[in-house]
């Protein structure tokens, strides 16, 4: 699998995703410098962690009008699978390519630990290595990962099960409308999640559980 | 010429920042506050003389950047002399 | 010819914290009235933070080197070889009363200026810790503080992208009015790719890298060595705003840079910025250095010589550059999007030459500035010998359980998640045991090596007895990496202590060292770099002497590491060290007894017993004989027990062998000491093997259950134990307004 | 009883999200932008009714905990209806 990974002014989980990357498909991924305006043929665009442009503005704001944005949309017209961890995720809300915004956490404060995150939906291609309804551990580490949108697009994530992962056994650590971790684009081929899979991916993190968000998309464009 | 542009959330937008600051004026001992919202204010200097063009530039970039319109309002205020 | 606009009064003298005896070397160095310009210099060199004049002279008695040290202190951090030709490069720095004045931005400025001399050598850091010291809790300003300092750590570090992995808090009264607020960091490079900041060559380009240049923090420099008044508050407009986002462009920038060969000098921009680094680079290098002010990017209108020589603006590098390369030097920082500027040149005439408008504003003798700055031997009493105290002198409580969950919910022995949970600890992906372990440990870029971290000093030790006070902070952060599995390498230190004039001070700062000096030299643990921070009273009333340690220590093998959780149940309890139950200075007498200043002594460190007892547990760790290790400190065995139980979330029944008073065998604080587990089949054949090594051991119980027993005694449930000790922080800190 | 404060960053200190931002409407194309500074908005609802007495405690507020007096400025403005 051919995967890039967008660096970003800012971003700071790029080396960690890059590993993981490398270790789960077994494929170099190729960085992607923000200045670019084409993407190199891919299977999986990335948008990792960070603070891009210091979270300044409003989280993703500014990066979500960088140069390169324009390739990835057009990537992702394509059905280019494209995955947004964290600061990636607020990048994309903030470009549209997700409805919602990523607010500040309701307790205000940034916040990093382990929580549990239920499958809600285990038939995408981000997904499909888990079991519907498997509950997993992994790392969150953010600001503003307290997810919000009108009721009408709650509806219609909810109604159209593009609510991937949610906060699972009363661990939503930022306040989540429906404890929302995740959701998928119309097409599903695009997604976000605020949490870190690639922050558990070996045991030196205490558990490999994220690997298998990985290894699905792996499935799904082989 | 100077621009003054104010961005509030949208009603029915949740605002974590204003209800916490509401909490912690309570425990300060302030009563009889009925609601606080939190918004955003920038100042902006311009090159451009013209109060009409600097206007309209100023909403251009309240769309494109400083305001995210899903859940925010802006209001746009020209100085100018 | 200078223009010298300014008359310099002996008030203006003063403001400039120079004596007057200072002001006349002044004179006498340079045979003329000084300009303003040149009078701010001098205080910008010759004050306490940066001349270290009056701990100098003790600070050379410290230990230095060893086969490991690359480099000690002198740059602006140490540097020690981990093998493989990979080096670990480090410092500890404080923020002190920057972070008093406004203890978001002072705190996050401190962790930025520490990340700098980390990466200014070449090293990408890889870890951060922080040693933090706030007043009591019932202080109205403490939790203001709090929250504002642990926010601006977590803000600075998260957003820069290197994990937080670890630290210490205290809280005392005599920091009410001037908390602590000690930085360490930590970052890797290859032995071969080091950056040091001597200047070298004639006629080079100096460049500035980084933010622009504004007003911010000018006196900054002088108002960290001076003495808090009432006016502080005046102070106040002199702080520093962090910028992350920008060091992070600095950081990429930077490595860039030096890896494409351009780089011949470098030094960070601290304290008195663009002032201390020329100087340093052009004493150090033997040259001298001219800048032209009006190259340097500013970011405000019409600054003067005098503020921008002044500015401690954030996020700024100067370098000596190779000429040849300077184009390809500037498309890095234009591609990064910092500014670069040539703003002046190294010469040959050892002056300090500073031109604005075309005007000399400066023409001073470097070496006298930096390397050569006034010295002094400040007098000193020495802190009289405490008196020890017997086991029986102190009471007995009547319920050891109920005393016991007293102590874990105490400000100084709770837990500290509220903290780090807002530190990203994760973020590199390479914590192997992250806060609220005894060392921290990441493992080096693909293994198998892994460093361990450890931040330490107990200020109550150091001040009823600075000798073994000094001692006892080196022992348990060598007792800490020991505790992990890790091999102690070398430390750093940040002494924080009160006004050096006076000389019962002066006494605690002299014995801190030679404690200190004892420890190192006995430990082969050399200090590779640090820093002082005196001037740390509130109208006239001095913190506890505070010489924080921070070390690093080697893992050959990040999977042979050892934590503090018991992993399963009926495993044999062992105490490693021999428990003597003492009580002086102990939490138990301080916080249950309600001892506070008493002039008991603090339990004495054998340094022998400490490398002996370490050895042997490491030693086990690495043959993975051990599945728990956690060293006792603060509190005794009983909390080390209770902690242990609580990280597994398995109980423990403990059964002492000993003719002591109970509460002395639970709460003594007796050092060099481990708890240990391992199978009950092994335990016999273990404790044989310690009593070889002439290492006490004795079983002391067995884990199982959710409940901690002592002896029979009433069973103290895991979930009580919990609540109690991860409870504190969080209701201190809700029951405030601060956001 | 409403009230709209506005916090500004007092003139000098560094304010990195508005340098960002004034880089970010660079690359979006906006010329003759010469300098953007970003503050703060407060709106709050008060019980009380008299617009002196709202005033003081607004001032009060302000100066306890929306602004950080030791970096930043703020103004207040009370609607009388
Ligand atoms: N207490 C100390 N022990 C050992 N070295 C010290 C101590 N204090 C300062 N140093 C060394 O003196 C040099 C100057 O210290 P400092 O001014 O804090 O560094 P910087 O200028 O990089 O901030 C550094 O190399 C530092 O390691
Ligand atoms: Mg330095």
Same mark, same amino acid.
């Given at each position: 699998?051919?995967?890039?990974?967008?660096?970003?002014?800012?971003?700071?989980?790029?080396?960690?995703?890059?590993?993981?990357?490398?270790?789960?498909?077994?494929?170099?991924?190729?960085?992607?410098?923000?200045?670019?305006?084409?993407?190199?043929?891919?299977?999986?665009?990335?948008?990792?962690?960070?603070?891009?442009?210091?979270?300044?503005?409003?989280?993703?704001?500014?990066?979500?009008?960088?140069?390169?944005?324009?390739?990835?949309?057009?990537?992702?017209?394509?059905?280019?699978?494209?995955?947004?961890?964290?600061?990636?995720?607020?990048?994309?809300?903030?470009?549209?390519?997700?409805?919602?915004?990523?607010?500040?956490?309701?307790?205000?404060?940034?916040?990093?630990?382990?929580?549990?995150?239920?499958?809600?939906?285990?038939?995408?291609?981000?997904?499909?290595?888990?079991?519907?309804?498997?509950?997993?551990?992994?790392?969150?580490?953010?600001?503003?990962?307290?997810?919000?949108?009108?009721?009408?697009?709650?509806?219609?994530?909810?109604?159209?099960?593009?609510?991937?992962?949610?906060?699972?056994?009363?661990?939503?650590?930022?306040?989540?409308?429906?404890?929302?971790?995740?959701?998928?684009?119309?097409?599903?081929?695009?997604?976000?999640?605020?949490?870190?899979?690639?922050?558990?991916?070996?045991?030196?993190?205490?558990?490999?559980?994220?690997?298998?968000?990985?290894?699905?998309?792996?499935?799904?464009?082989? | 010429?100077?621009?003054?542009?104010?961005?509030?959330?949208?009603?029915?937008?949740?605002?974590?920042q204003g209800k916490a600051i509401e909490g912690a004026l309570g425990s300060?001992?302030?009563?009889?506050?009925?609601?606080?919202?939190?918004?955003?204010?920038?100042?902006?200097?311009?090159?451009?003389?013209?109060?009409?063009?600097?206007?309209?530039?100023?909403?251009?970039?309240?769309?494109?950047?400083?305001?995210?319109?899903?859940?925010?309002?802006?209001?746009?205020?020209?100085?100018?002399? | 010819m200078i223009p010298n606009d300014v008359r310099i009064t002996p008030e203006?003298?003063?403001?400039?914290?120079?004596?007057?005896?200072?002001?006349?070397?002044?004179?006498?160095?340079?045979?003329?009235?000084?300009?303003?310009?040149?009078?701010?210099?001098?205080?910008?060199?010759?004050?306490?933070?940066?001349?270290?004049?009056?701990?100098?002279?003790?600070? =050379?008695?410290?230990?230095?080197?060893?086969?490991?040290? #690359?480099? %000690?202190? @002198?740059?602006?951090? !140490? *540097?020690?070889? $981990? +093998?493989?030709?990979?080096?670990?490069?480090?410092?500890?720095?404080?923020?002190?009363?920057?972070?008093?004045?406004e203890p978001h931005e002072g705190a996050a400025t401190g962790v930025g200026?520490?990340?700098?001399?980390?990466?200014?050598?070449?090293?990408?850091?890889?870890?951060?810790?922080?040693?933090?010291?706030?007043?009591?809790?019932?202080?109205?300003?403490? =939790?203001?503080?709090?929250?504002?300092?642990?926010?601006? #750590?977590? %803000?600075? @570090?998260?957003?820069? !992208? *290197?994990?937080? $992995? +670890?630290?210490?808090?205290?809280?005392?009264?005599?920091?009410?009015?001037?908390?602590?607020?000690?930085?360490?960091?930590?970052?890797?490079?290859?032995?071969?790719?080091?950056?040091?900041?001597?200047?070298?060559?004639?006629?080079?380009?100096?460049?500035?890298?980084?933010?622009?240049?504004?007003?911010?923090?000018?006196?900054?420099?002088?108002?960290?060595?001076?003495?808090?008044?009432?006016?502080?508050?005046?102070?106040?407009?002199?702080?520093?705003?962090?910028?992350?986002?920008?060091?992070?462009?600095?950081?990429?920038?930077?490595?860039?840079?030096?890896?494409?060969?351009?780089?011949?000098?470098?030094?960070?921009?601290?304290?008195?910025?663009?002032?201390?680094?020329?100087?340093?680079?052009?004493?150090?290098?033997?040259?001298?250095?001219?800048?032209?002010?009006?190259?340097?990017?500013?970011?405000?209108?019409?600054?003067?010589?005098?503020?921008?020589?002044?500015?401690?603006?954030?996020?700024?590098?100067?370098?000596?550059?190779?000429?040849?390369?300077?184009?390809?030097?500037?498309?890095?920082?234009?591609?990064?999007?910092?500014?670069?500027?040539?703003?002046?040149?190294?010469?040959?005439?050892?002056?300090?030459?500073?031109?604005?408008?075309?005007?000399?504003?400066?023409?001073?003798?470097?070496?006298?500035?930096?390397?050569?700055?006034?010295?002094?031997?400040?007098?000193?009493?020495?802190?009289?010998?405490?008196?020890?105290?017997?086991?029986?002198?102190?009471?007995?409580?009547?319920?050891?359980?109920?005393?016991?969950?007293?102590?874990?919910?105490?400000?100084?022995?709770?837990?500290?998640?509220?903290?780090?949970?807002?530190?990203?600890?994760?973020?590199?992906?390479?914590?192997?045991?992250?806060?609220?372990?005894?060392?921290?440990?990441?493992?080096?870029?693909?293994?198998?090596?892994?460093?361990?971290?450890?931040?330490?000093?107990?200020?109550?030790?150091?001040?009823?007895?600075?000798?073994?006070?000094?001692?006892?902070?080196?022992?348990?952060?060598?007792?800490?990496?020991?505790?992990?599995?890790?091999?102690?390498?070398?430390?750093?230190?940040?002494?924080?202590?009160?006004?050096?004039?006076?000389?019962?001070?002066?006494?605690?700062?002299?014995?801190?060292?030679?404690?200190?000096?004892?420890?190192?030299?006995?430990?082969?643990?050399?200090?590779?770099?640090?820093?002082?921070?005196?001037?740390?009273?509130?109208?006239?009333?001095?913190?506890?002497?505070?010489?924080?340690?921070?070390?690093?220590?080697?893992?050959?093998?990040?999977?042979?590491?050892?934590?503090?959780?018991?992993?399963?149940?009926?495993?044999?309890?062992?105490?490693?060290?021999?428990?003597?139950?003492?009580?002086?200075?102990?939490?138990?007498?301080?916080?249950?007894?309600?001892?506070?200043?008493?002039?008991?002594?603090?339990?004495?460190?054998?340094?022998?017993?400490?490398?002996?007892?370490?050895?042997?547990?490491?030693?086990?760790?690495?043959?993975?004989?051990?599945?728990?290790?956690?060293?006792?400190?603060?509190?005794?065995?009983?909390?080390?027990?209770?902690?242990?139980?609580?990280?597994?979330?398995?109980?423990?029944?403990?059964?002492?062998?000993?003719?002591?008073?109970?509460?002395?065998?639970?709460?003594?604080?007796?050092?060099?000491?481990?708890?240990?587990?391992?199978?009950?089949?092994?335990?016999?054949?273990?404790?044989?093997?310690?009593?070889?090594?002439?290492?006490?051991?004795?079983?002391?119980?067995?884990?199982?259950?959710?409940?901690?027993?002592?002896?029979?005694?009433?069973?103290?449930?895991?979930?009580?134990?919990?609540?109690?000790?991860?409870?504190?922080?969080?209701?201190?800190?809700?029951?405030?307004?601060?956001?």
């Amino acid at each position: 699998m051919k995967s890039g990974v967008v660096v970003f002014p800012g971003s700071n989980r790029e080396r960690d995703m890059l590993r993981a990357l490398d270790e789960i498909t077994g494929t170099k991924p190729v960085p992607i410098w923000h200045a670019e305006t084409e993407l190199p043929d891919l299977d999986l665009v990335v948008l990792c962690g960070g603070f891009s442009y210091g979270d300044y503005l409003r989280t993703g704001a500014i990066a979500a009008r960088g140069r390169i944005m324009p390739a990835i949309a057009k990537a992702a017209d394509k059905g280019v699978r494209v995955l947004g961890i964290c600061n990636g995720f607020q990048i994309l809300c903030e470009a549209g390519l997700l409805p919602g915004v990523l607010m500040r956490n309701a307790g205000l404060k940034f916040v990093c630990k382990e929580v549990k995150l239920e499958v809600t939906n285990a038939d995408t291609d981000f997904t499909r290595k888990y079991r519907q309804g498997e509950v997993w551990r992994c790392p969150v580490a953010h600001g503003d990962g307290n997810y919000f949108t009108d009721p009408e697009t709650l509806k219609r994530l909810e109604g159209e099960n593009r609510v991937g992962l949610r906060y699972a056994e009363g661990t939503n650590p930022n306040g989540s409308l429906n404890d929302i971790a995740g959701i998928l684009n119309e097409r599903g081929n695009v997604f976000g999640m605020m949490p870190h899979p690639e922050n558990m991916i070996e045991p030196l993190n205490g558990a490999t559980d994220g690997r298998a968000l990985f290894e699905s998309v792996l499935e799904a464009v082989a | 010429m100077k621009a003054r542009i104010k961005v509030t959330l949208k009603n029915g937008v949740l605002d974590p920042q204003g209800k916490a600051i509401e909490g912690a004026l309570g425990s300060l001992g302030f009563s009889g506050i009925e609601s606080v919202r939190q918004g955003k204010f920038f100042e902006v200097e311009l090159a451009e003389t013209d109060p009409a063009k600097a206007r309209a530039a100023i909403d251009e970039m309240s769309k494109k950047l400083l305001a995210n319109t899903v859940i925010e309002n802006y209001a746009v205020e020209i100085d100018e002399q | 010819m200078i223009p010298n606009d300014v008359r310099i009064t002996p008030e203006l003298v003063a403001e400039h914290g120079l004596k007057p005896d200072e002001y006349q070397r002044i004179l006498d160095l340079i045979g003329r009235e000084p300009t303003l310009t040149e009078l701010g210099i001098f205080s910008a060199m010759w004050n306490e933070h940066c001349s270290y004049k009056s701990s100098k002279k003790w600070l =050379r008695t410290l230990p230095t080197t060893g086969p490991r040290v #690359i480099c %000690g202190p @002198g740059e602006n951090a !140490g *540097v020690v070889d $981990i +093998g493989d030709g990979q080096a670990i490069i480090f410092k500890m720095e404080s923020h002190n009363h920057p972070s008093y004045i406004e203890p978001h931005e002072g705190a996050a400025t401190g962790v930025g200026g520490i990340l700098r001399d980390v990466f200014t050598m070449g090293a990408r850091p890889v870890a951060a810790l922080n040693a933090l010291r706030f007043g009591e809790p019932d202080h109205p300003r403490t =939790r203001h503080i709090v929250s504002g300092v642990v926010a601006g #750590i977590g %803000g600075y @570090g998260n957003s820069f !992208g *290197v994990p937080t $992995i +670890g630290g210490e808090v205290n809280f005392d009264p005599s920091y009410n009015g001037n908390c602590l607020v000690n930085a360490f960091a930590a970052g890797l490079a290859d032995t071969d790719k080091i950056f040091y900041s001597e200047a070298k060559g004639v006629g080079l380009p100096l460049v500035y890298l980084g933010s622009k240049t504004g007003r911010d923090g000018i006196h900054g420099a002088t108002m960290a060595s001076a003495e808090f008044g009432e006016d502080s508050e005046e102070k106040r407009p002199t702080v520093q705003i962090g910028d992350p986002f920008s060091e992070k462009l600095l950081l990429e920038a930077c490595l860039e840079l030096m890896a494409s060969g351009a780089v011949i000098a470098i030094q960070d921009m601290g304290a008195a910025g663009l002032t201390c680094s020329a100087v340093e680079m052009g004493a150090k290098g033997g040259l001298g250095v001219e800048l032209d002010l009006d190259k340097v990017p500013c970011r405000e209108e019409g600054m003067t010589a005098y503020e921008m020589m002044l500015s401690e603006s954030q996020e700024r590098m100067l370098m000596v550059l190779d000429p040849a390369r300077e184009k390809d030097a500037e498309a890095i920082f234009v591609k990064w999007g910092l500014d670069f500027a040539v703003v002046g040149k190294t010469t040959d005439d050892l002056r300090f030459r500073v031109s604005r408008h075309g005007d000399i504003m400066a023409d001073l003798p470097i070496k006298e500035l930096g390397d050569q700055a006034p010295e002094y031997d400040r007098p000193f009493v020495k802190t009289a010998k405490p008196k020890q105290l017997a086991p029986a002198d102190v009471a007995a409580p009547n319920d050891l359980g109920e005393v016991l969950t007293k102590i874990l919910a105490l400000p100084d022995m709770c837990s500290r998640r509220w903290i780090w949970e807002q530190y990203d600890h994760l973020i590199q992906g390479n914590t192997a045991i992250g806060p609220g372990g005894d060392a921290a440990v990441i493992r080096v870029e693909n293994g198998p090596k892994g460093l361990a971290f450890s931040l330490d000093v107990s200020p109550r030790y150091c001040a009823a007895d600075p000798v073994e006070g000094g001692k006892q902070a080196v022992a348990e952060c060598w007792r800490n990496l020991t505790a992990v599995g890790a091999e102690p390498l070398a430390v750093t230190d940040n002494l924080n202590f009160g006004n050096p004039e006076k000389p019962e001070i002066m006494g605690q700062f002299v014995g801190c060292i030679e404690g200190i000096g004892e420890a190192c030299r006995a430990l082969d643990f050399p200090v590779v770099s640090g820093n002082v921070s005196l001037y740390n009273e509130t109208n006239g009333k001095g913190i506890l002497p505070t010489p924080a340690i921070g070390a690093v220590g080697l893992l050959p093998d990040y999977e042979k590491r050892a934590t503090i959780a018991f992993k399963a149940e009926k495993e044999a309890l062992i105490v490693i060290g021999e428990t003597k139950g003492h009580l002086g200075q102990s939490i138990y007498l301080r916080d249950i007894v309600g001892k506070r200043d008493d002039a008991s002594a603090p339990p004495p460190v054998d340094l022998g017993l400490e490398r002996r007892n370490g050895d042997f547990v490491r030693g086990e760790i690495r043959a993975g004989n051990l599945t728990a290790v956690h060293d006792v400190s603060d509190g005794g065995i009983l909390v080390a027990a209770a902690e242990m139980a609580m990280a597994g979330g398995i109980g423990v029944s403990l059964k002492p062998q000993t003719d002591l008073p109970l509460h002395c065998w639970a709460f003594g604080e007796d050092q060099a000491r481990y708890l240990v587990t391992l199978a009950e089949a092994e335990a016999d054949a273990f404790i044989a093997r310690a009593r070889e090594t002439g290492v006490p051991a004795a079983r002391i119980g067995t884990t199982g259950g959710h409940e901690l027993t002592l002896d029979g005694g009433v069973p103290i449930s895991l979930t009580g134990m919990k609540e109690a000790h991860e409870g504190w922080l969080p209701a201190y800190m809700a029951a405030g307004a601060e956001l």
